[in-house]
């Protein structure tokens, strides 16, 4: 008996010793997890941040954008200093002068200096083609290096948007020389050491990418410590994996496409454990019109105007995108630099949008539901594309919209490189699409205009297209801010009245964050967030 109370009484303080253990590891494991959670953000995106390779396309540029850095910063208060301290430009505006920062180190240990900012320019400018879209590199003569932290950048002719292009996210950012293939980058890079607040430094793809704090950052190391991008298929599992604190942070990418819908981050928010933060605008999404496919209606524009009268956009800024992007007017929202310029307000107006087509010949005859001119039909196709289910519904929208003033609308969904290759080529009638971006704007859009792999099918087909194009000529030169303003307003004023850029809403760019992460703020551009500036309270 007594020998059973004694093995009782050693197996009740062996069940204690180990529940006390079990209590303390756990402890210890939530202690662990809070620090760990003080220290790390992991977010969510649909894809993989791919190559990082700054001077090509395919990357994330949220990624890029805590990896390299620019020149210069663009701000909402202007271009202010970053890799360089200060600039001067000559009184011709076509020598710019950089004196660089004498504490900057990649991340690989070698230095940032003249030479490679050098180094990085040049082979930006020996892959020519595949930068053609942006129109500094058409004007950059020859990169200087002056001495070891002094650079010369000179230009064929004065271009007011120099400092501005050099400071986007890509390509005009720095990689370590030592990174290049054979003095190159065009053909890919050996690694991704840039100069930023974050060092790449795990990639496993399609699954995720684990970015480390950059302790001897020239601007002081980061608060966050770790930034891990998490590759999930969005809605549901995005959803899922943020209640059950796997990821805790959202953001809208760079394709503009959220990885939740409004219901979805209300139901974080209202959790308690989670905050939405929404930017200003930062775009305009648009259905682009072919303007010059002469042998369909919507090279007239009137049929444009009519299309622009019959959208109701208040509608599909509250029902579809739940009062998350608002009601577009105008190619650019009004605190887009040049763009507060006063146009023809086209509200939604179904009768107006049929007086307009029957002064122009669209008749409906014979109980027909679609109306013809001339023995031709009133029809069109508009593409979209069909991995956003948000273009989907307003597409569906707008052809139901459309058939009340009698135009017969076909909506085909289509990738989205096969819907950029038909931009251009001209093989569309109308599109979605949206602007470059507040940072980009209106330079960058407006200078698409002439572009055969942007809009050039847009605007080719307009009684002013030569007008058009000798002003943006000129406004990409001028040196005078009155005149740059003046060219900027005829500019617009000019694509408003043919209606070929079709306003709907204006995007911003979205965050649900953990409820205790301060300092969330934005770049001008929509395609990065200043994760540096970020800190959990």
Not at 76 to 96: C, F, N, Q, R, T
Not at 248 to 271: C, H, W, Y
């Amino acid at each position: 008996m007594k020998k059973c109370k004694l093995v009782g009484l050693i197996f009740l303080v062996i069940s204690i010793l180990v529940a006390c253990s079990a209590e303390n590891s756990t402890s210890e494991k939530k202690e662990d997890d809070a620090a760990k959670s003080e220290n790390e953000l992991i977010y969510t995106s649909a894809k993989d941040i791919n190559d990082m390779n700054p001077h090509l396309y395919t990357g994330s540029m949220p990624a890029q954008g805590m990896v390299y850095e620019s020149l210069v910063e663009n701000t909402e208060d202007g271009i202010k200093p970053l890799l360089a301290e200060s600039w001067k430009v000559s009184e011709d505006g076509k020598v710019y002068t950089f004196y660089l920062r004498k504490d900057v180190k990649f991340h690989d240990g070698e230095p940032f200096n003249a030479e490679a900012v050098k180094k990085n320019i040049e082979a930006v400018q020996n892959n020519a083609e595949k930068h053609a879209w942006i129109k500094l590199s058409t004007k950059i003569e020859s990169v200087n290096a002056v001495d070891e932290h002094t650079v010369e950048l000179v230009l064929s002719e004065a271009y007011y948007p120099t400092l501005v292009e050099l400071s986007m996210t890509r390509p005009y950012v720095f990689i370590s020389p030592k990174d290049f293939k054979n003095g190159e980058t065009k053909d890919g890079v050996n690694g991704f050491n840039g100069t930023g607040p974050y060092i790449l430094t795990e990639h496993k793809t399609d699954e995720y990418a684990t970015f480390e704090a950059n302790e001897d950052y020239w601007n002081g190391s980061p608060k966050i410590k770790k930034i891990t991008s998490k590759v999930l298929p969005a809605g549901e599992t995005t959803l899922l994996a943020l209640q059950k604190g796997e990821v805790n942070f959202v953001f809208t990418d760079d394709r503009g496409a959220d990885s939740l819908n409004v219901e979805a981050m209300n139901q974080l928010v209202d959790s308690g454990d989670y905050q939405l933060v929404r930017s200003e605008p930062m775009n305009t999404k648009m259905i682009v019109a072919n303007s010059s496919k002469a042998d369909n209606p919507i090279s007239e524009t009137a049929v444009r105007e009519a299309i622009w009268y019959s959208i109701d956009r208040e509608t599909i800024s509250k029902d579809i995108f739940n009062g998350t992007e608002s009601v577009a007017h105008t190619l650019f929202s009004p605190n887009v630099n040049y763009a507060d310029v006063d146009l023809k307000k086209r509200g939604y107006d179904v009768e107006k949008a049929k007086e307009i087509l029957e002064k122009n010949g669209w008749k409906l005859e014979n109980g027909n539901e679609v109306r013809t001119k001339d023995g031709k039909k009133l029809a069109m196709e508009l593409y979209y594309d069909s991995n956003s289910s948000s273009q989907k519904t307003q597409a569906e929208f707008i052809q139901a919209s459309l058939k009340e003033i009698g135009l017969q609308l076909e909506i085909i969904g289509e990738e989205s490189t096969s819907i950029a290759n038909r931009r251009s080529t001209g093989d569309y009638d109308l599109l979605f699409n949206q602007t470059w971006g507040l940072a980009y704007d209106p330079q960058s859009t407006i200078a698409a205009f002439t572009s055969e792999a942007s809009y050039l099918h847009t605007t080719k087909g307009i009684d002013k297209a030569d007008e058009l194009y000798k002003k943006i000529e000129q406004v990409m030169i001028s040196t005078d801010e009155q005149t740059r303003k003046s060219l900027y307003a005829d500019i617009l004023t000019i694509v408003h009245e043919e209606a070929i850029f079709i306003p709907i809403s204006n995007g911003s760019v979205t965050v649900v964050a953990p409820k205790n992460l301060s300092g969330i703020s934005f770049k001008q551009t929509q395609f990065e967030l200043p994760f540096e500036l970020m800190n959990f309270k």
